[in-house]
């Protein structure tokens, strides 16, 4: 019934992109350098024969490094897993897979634990035991962070150097400046969808000895690519969050969930309606230490929103800033942190301290502007407790999967956990599986259907229509206008033709344009078919949950390249 109400969108199934030009192989291939991907690849390098790690710029240029909150884990007596549960349970908004939270806070400790073993070192108590804080939608100190707001790039450096320890290991190779473009799969089902994934087709950018289009055909694929930030016209996401991972995914028959569930942060430093890119985030720890929320006014509002107030989960804050902001005729509210003294803002939120300094902003005596910008994606790649997703052989792991851990909003810090504990139960599924023999080498099978490659003349264009469509506020109208403004976008940029010259060539910027374009329609198109509002899908039009949503709703291309949504029950 879902599927023939709405008009499907149509996608193609692969990117316009020359033959590969040269040949590698493993037997299994990690994608991104993230902690999903740092930790999949040092996880495999022990226990298969070979692994590829591939990587769009440098080892340590993944999204991780970004992490300024913390990495949340049940490390103190006086907490518990079963409570860290609860709370991931209630920010999800109904829709988490209890199965895959249990598996998240039993395991995360001895994840985080082992973290440590790796070399990451965390913010210590006098004690020398690590030192814990609170964020929002926690009720219990349990957020481990380093550097004071540094942790992400603290866990990043700590596993580059395990990768930079072993470079020379002929167990490992490491492909830097490459843009995976899409996953090879082989012979077909009887169903006439795609057959396992057998490996990807990679760009290298004119690094290292290997540039051009090329093949890495690996037993195993581990998609780890991040998350779909530029997307929208503002995220705190970095410049290399193009959603190729979930766009590669789809392209090969890989089924998504969750998709139109997307985390705006509440509090981004606000410079300015005209200004692009990544922002700078004000972290969730800012808050979570003191902060206040106050409107043009001066009024503090949230006490009046929910009982956790500035705490509230994420969704809920940044539901209360837009509409405190239309009510104040503003484009921002104010993070009042002035209350906590120089010295304290100086030593626990130095990055902090140090960015907004940087736009002329001194958190210790002056307002900071914020408004909520688009942040991370709750949905993506469904895949299983082991990272496997519906197509053989591929698996995804951290915020480009769909693991069930997140439901319809993130609990604050529950990102870098996921990415640590399921990539490492993937590395070990799949290990398991290349010495049992069942995951052999397949050849690719070339797949039907149309290929395609959006002009990056119209990412611009692409991103706007996001930000206006499945922003933070959506509406059933605004949604179906964007779902036609995004069907007018050109698709074949690379065969049109306008006073004789050629739109658009395959490249980088092309490629990535043309997965914004996908993922964008995806999640339009998933926002339209949501009719309520949960976690990070707020519809003004259904502004309440309805109990018949308590669904994951999956997304696929059928044969015929139509995107056909489907309702899957939970757990």
Not at 201 to 210: A, D, F, K, M
Not at 215 to 228: H, K, P, S, Y
Not at 237 to 243: D, K, M, R, V, Y
Request: proline fraction near 6%; charge should be negative.
């Amino acid at each position: 019934m879902l599927a023939t109400r709405l008009a499907a969108p149509v996608l193609a199934t692969r990117l316009a992109a020359p033959e590969p030009g040269w040949t590698v192989q493993a037997d299994a291939v990690v994608v991104g350098s993230g902690i999903a991907g740092l930790t999949a690849a040092l996880e495999l390098r022990t226990r298969v024969p070979r692994v590829l790690l591939v990587t769009k710029d440098t080892l340590a240029s993944g999204s991780t490094v970004w992490a300024q909150g913390g990495i949340a884990a049940a490390l103190d007596p006086s907490d518990s897993p079963a409570a860290h549960l609860q709370d991931t349970l209630d920010a999800g908004a109904g829709l988490c897979d209890p199965r895959a939270v249990e598996v998240l806070v039993t395991e995360g400790p001895a994840r985080v634990r082992e973290l440590v073993a790796r070399g990451a070192v965390f913010d210590t108590s006098p004690d020398g035991r690590i030192s814990l804080t609170r964020e929002g939608g926690h009720h219990a100190d349990r957020i481990a962070h380093a550097g004071g707001d540094a942790t992400g790039a603290e866990i990043s450096r700590a596993l580059v150097a395990q990768i930079e320890a072993v470079r020379d290991d002929p167990g490992i190779e490491v492909i830097e400046h490459a843009l995976v473009l899409d996953v090879l799969t082989g012979p077909p089902g009887p169903d006439g969808r795609p057959g396992p994934a057998c490996g990807v087709t990679l760009h290298v950018i004119g690094e290292g000895q290997r540039d051009g289009v090329g093949a890495a055909l690996g037993r195993a694929v581990v998609l780890a690519t991040g998350g779909i930030g530029q997307v929208f016209r503002s995220s705190t996401n970095p410049a290399q969050a193009t959603g190729d991972g979930i766009a590669a995914a789809l392209r090969a028959g890989a089924v998504l969930g969750d998709v139109e569930f997307v985390q705006f942060h509440p509090t981004v430093l606000w410079l300015g309606s005209g200004v692009k890119g990544q922002l700078t985030l004000v972290s969730e720890a800012v808050r979570g230490e003191g902060a206040l929320l106050l409107d043009t006014d001066g009024v503090r509002f949230m006490p009046d929103v929910h009982p956790m107030a500035e705490l509230a989960p994420r969704d809920v804050v940044a539901h209360a800033i837009v509409r405190r902001m239309a009510e104040t005729g503003s484009d921002h509210v104010w993070l009042d942190t002035r209350h906590l003294g120089a010295e304290f803002l100086r030593k626990r939120f130095p990055t902090i301290h140090e960015r907004l300094a940087a736009s002329g902003i001194d958190m210790a005596t002056e307002l900071i502007p914020v408004a909520p910008a688009q942040h991370y994606h709750s949905g993506g790649i469904v895949a299983d407790l082991v990272g496997r997703t519906s197509i053989t052989g591929l698996y995804a792991v951290g915020e480009v999967a769909c693991t069930g851990v997140h439901g319809a909003n993130r609990l604050a810090s529950n990102s870098l956990l996921e990415g640590l504990v399921f990539a490492t139960r993937a590395a070990r599924h799949i290990a398991a599986r290349v010495a049992d023999g069942s995951l052999p080498q397949l050849t690719p099978t070339p797949r039907p259907g149309p290929e395609a490659l959006v002009a990056a003349a119209s990412r611009a264009r692409v991103q706007r229509i996001a930000s206006d469509g499945p922003g933070v506020l959506r509406s059933g109208d605004g949604l179906r206008g964007a779902l036609a403004a995004l069907d007018r976008v050109p698709t074949d940029a690379h065969d049109r033709h306008d006073d004789g010259r050629r739109l658009a060539a395959p490249q980088v910027a092309e490629w990535e344009t043309t997965n914004i374009h996908q993922v964008a329609t995806a999640l339009t198109f998933a926002a339209l078919a949501r009719e309520e509002s949960r976690g990070g899908h707020f519809r003004t039009d259904f502004p309440t949950p309805v109990d018949s949503w308590r669904i994951r709703l999956d997304l696929s291309l059928d044969p015929t390249g139509h995107l056909t949504p489907r309702r899957t029950p939970l757990g």
